[in-house]
């Protein structure tokens, strides 16, 4: 992408407006948090201690803002405590231009590396810096600072004082993150109806997963019905997929297909219904017809093999969904709800809850943040350079602004600070809906002073009801927000006895300036993601590999195989994958040419490693019991698969091309090993190791840009022979196929790209 191309994409996303659901009970707590404080600064130590004050209420309440699943008070009084810390110790250097910088350049580059620590806790520590640029110049002395800085921890006590008094929908988010991953599973079952080969996005499981993490205080106060379905939610997505897969032993039509039918609309029907209890915290309501489809006796005459199994699956998991998700209803509504999960379980056994996932304390979380920290120490990293980029601009745009004739120069630095980001898009977007919501913001904001001439009180009210609009709009778009934060500023400053009449052009000129200065220091240090695009997707082949390696080697000898490495490989695995989304996703955008991976090459190998995390996943779905025969074959051929794979995501940042000869070797002695001892054949797993490998194939090839050939009779499916009704086994792949086979019906490569068990980043900001 071009220069002139990437500005115009930037410009673009940084000025988008976008419809979001609304908040305003939330925005209105805000509010009224900074009115209080506000008003008691007001009355007890005049409008400039009160503006200080005010910065802290404002600042405490944009952080609970912010996408983070610890406790909204906590967030606020990290905010408001870090903020009176910063505000009082630049004021201790503040008469002292050259130890003022010093402090600046260090507090910017700390700020920077809290990137590490997540996007929330980078946020929050950028918009400290920032307010503490203006607060800094409110105290007149010590003493008076002090004040400063203890009225603006007492904004942040505030408003986590009225998240606890006043809370609104408490454990809100976590609800709908979990209320949302079954949601979009029921719809996942309806789909599949139609197409037994539709894609599943596995986001909502992802954010369910990190909101499900809790601290030991949550965990004592979670409600009931907020424990154990998100692990069973994520069991049911890979039972549904193998139910509805052709490739799994159900033709396309016929008695047998209109039952899996049957089955997908009643699991969507539960999924649903166990989605709303959870979201508004009531008990599970079922139809009696979903709960005889799912109970009646016909499913295990018509279905055999695996469709049977992962029939049989998906009413255990169904029945522990309604069981965690009854809430605290009425005895009468509890006694409805476990009477439907008994009859949708019938014979199968419950699925043990699994322990939560904890969540560090706060306290606890400073070394973890530290180590994050040190970590991104090294030349390479982005955040690194992130932290040297904000801690140069901020420091020579506070220089150039204090040499300029406008006064109040610490607004270049502030908007500087409030635009950057690790990513180029996310600066230079920024930047420009920075200057654009400043010019809205302090021109209307001005009008209004310049028309009305108001006083210290109605200067309040009017920042208050700018505060009321940032809270209540600020997910539409930042352009937005920036317009009332603007305007809240101007308000603010003007109750403290700021002089109205050089606003417009001051904040402006400045505004450009911080902005300028932003986008110039990104062109000149950059981190550009393009040139690690291979790095990421051979971390991404070599996470993938461990996860089919480890689902392979279950079936070696399943008595003594544990499934805890299956889930730990799955986990890496989505990690890889977001990590490779994000990065492709960055470098559409940048400026920058291509450095060994085409556009097409990208697009080919992530749709081969996600057929190969696919075909996995329906293995992982059919593990073996405990009795089950073991296939010691299959072993071999998991440590060839985790061997090969490693040295193939060597081999592609290397700029080479993969070969999977060792694993093709293991997969021979397999067949060698079968045809002599036919007690140890296993069709199922065989075939799918074949369909693994295929995959691997279709990444060489999608790497180095050769065109795909006809498939290979090895590894193709053969035209599915009639099989008697009782069998419980797939066809033997060892026989020979038909000249001419019939196209694949199953996740295999060339067909419906699945994202596999791998998201695709979320938005952090």
Request: hydrophobic share 45%; aromatic share 6%.
């Amino acid at each position: 992408m071009s220069w002139l191309r990437a500005l115009k994409e930037t410009a673009r996303s940084g000025l988008t407006i976008e419809r979001r659901r609304l908040e305003p009970l939330i925005a209105i707590r805000g509010a009224a948090g900074l009115a209080l404080v506000l008003g008691i600064s007001l009355a007890l130590f005049g409008p400039v201690v009160a503006a200080s004050s005010a910065f802290g209420a404002f600042q405490a309440a944009i952080a609970t803002f912010q996408r983070s699943w610890r406790p909204r008070p906590v967030l606020a009084l990290v905010s408001g405590a870090s903020l009176a810390v910063s505000t009082f110790l630049g004021y201790l250097t503040g008469s002292r231009l050259p130890l003022f910088l010093a402090l600046l350049a260090l507090w910017t580059f700390l700020a920077g590396l809290a990137w590490a620590a997540g996007p929330t806790g980078g946020i929050i520590a950028s918009s400290n810096v920032a307010i503490m640029l203006v607060t800094v110049t409110l105290p007149t002395s010590v003493a008076n600072s002090a004040v400063h800085a203890a009225m603006i921890l007492f904004g942040g006590v505030v408003q986590a004082a009225l998240i606890v008094l006043f809370p609104v929908r408490r454990w809100g988010a976590q609800r709908d993150a979990l209320a949302d991953a079954l949601a979009a599973e029921a719809d996942y079952a309806r789909r599949l109806r139609h197409d037994p080969l539709a894609a599943f996005d596995p986001v909502p499981l992802m954010t369910a997963r990190n909101a499900a993490a809790v601290t030991p205080r949550q965990a004592r106060r979670r409600p009931p019905e907020l424990r154990g379905s998100r692990g069973v939610a994520e069991r049911i997505r890979p039972v549904l997929a193998s139910l509805a897969d052709p490739a799994m032993g159900v033709p396309s039509e016929g008695p047998e297909r209109d039952r899996v039918r049957e089955l997908l609309a009643a699991a969507g029907s539960v999924l649903d219904s166990a989605a709303r209890a959870i979201r508004n915290g009531d008990p599970v309501k079922l139809a009696p017809a979903t709960v005889a489809v799912l109970r009646t006796p016909d499913t295990g005459t018509l279905l055999t093999g695996p469709p049977r199994r992962a029939a049989e699956r998906l009413s255990v998991l169904l029945s522990d969904v309604i069981e965690t998700a009854e809430g605290e209803g009425t005895k009468e509504e509890q006694a409805e709800a476990e009477a439907a999960a008994e009859a949708i379980k019938g014979a199968g056994e419950g699925t043990p809850v699994a322990p939560h996932r904890r969540r560090p304390t706060l306290l606890r979380m400073i070394p973890v943040v530290a180590g994050a920290m040190r970590a991104e120490l090294r030349p390479a990293s982005p955040i690194l350079r992130h932290a040297v980029r904000v801690s140069a601009v901020a420091t020579v745009g506070y220089l150039i602004a204090t040499a300029l004739p406008f006064g109040h120069g610490y607004w270049a630095p502030m908007a500087a600070v409030m635009v950057m980001r690790p990513e180029f898009s996310q600066t230079y977007g920024r930047s420009v809906a920075r200057f654009g919501g400043t010019i809205v913001g302090v021109s209307l904001a001005t009008a209004i002073v310049q028309t009305t001439h108001p006083d210290v009180t109605l200067s309040a009210m009017l920042s208050v009801l700018c505060a009321l609009l940032m809270y209540l709009l600020m997910r539409t778009g930042y352009v937005v927000g920036q317009a009332c934060v603007s305007a809240y500023v101007v308000f603010l400053l003007g109750m403290a006895g700021g002089n109205w009449s050089q606003t417009v052009h001051e904040r402006v000129v400045l505004t450009l300036l911080g902005g300028l200065l932003a986008m110039i220091s990104y062109a000149a240090y950059p981190a550009w993601e393009t040139p690690r695009l291979r790095g990421r997707l051979g971390d991404w082949l070599k996470a993938d590999g461990r996860y089919a390696a480890s689902v392979v080697d279950q079936y070696a000898d399943p008595a003594e195989r544990g499934h805890d490495d299956v889930r730990t490989a799955l986990l890496e695995t989505r990690e890889a994958r977001v990590a490779w989304q994000k990065a492709l996703a960055t470098a559409q955008h940048e400026p920058v040419r291509n450095r060994g991976l085409s556009r097409a090459a990208a697009d080919d190998t992530q749709h081969a490693l996600a057929e190969f995390g696919r075909v996995a996943m329906l293995l992982e779905a059919h593990l073996p019991c405990a009795a089950a025969t073991p296939v010691p074959a299959a072993a071999r051929l998991a440590e060839a698969l985790r061997r090969a794979t490693e040295q193939g995501a060597k081999e592609v940042r290397e700029r080479r091309v993969p070969d999977w000869a060792e694993a093709h070797e293991a997969l021979a002695q397999w067949d060698a090993r079968q045809r002599t001892d036919e007690g140890e054949a296993d069709p199922f797993v065989r075939h799918g190791a074949g369909l693994l490998l295929e995959a691997l194939e279709e990444f060489s090839r999608g790497l180095d840009g050769t065109p795909k050939p006809k498939p290979s009779p090895k590894l193709s499916p053969k035209p599915k022979p009639k099989q008697d009704p009782d069998s419980k086994q797939d066809p033997d792949p060892k026989q020979d196929p038909d000249p001419k086979p019939e196209p694949k019906p199953g996740p295999y490569p060339g067909q419906n790209p699945d994202p596999g068990p791998n998201p695709p980043p979320e938005h952090e900001d």
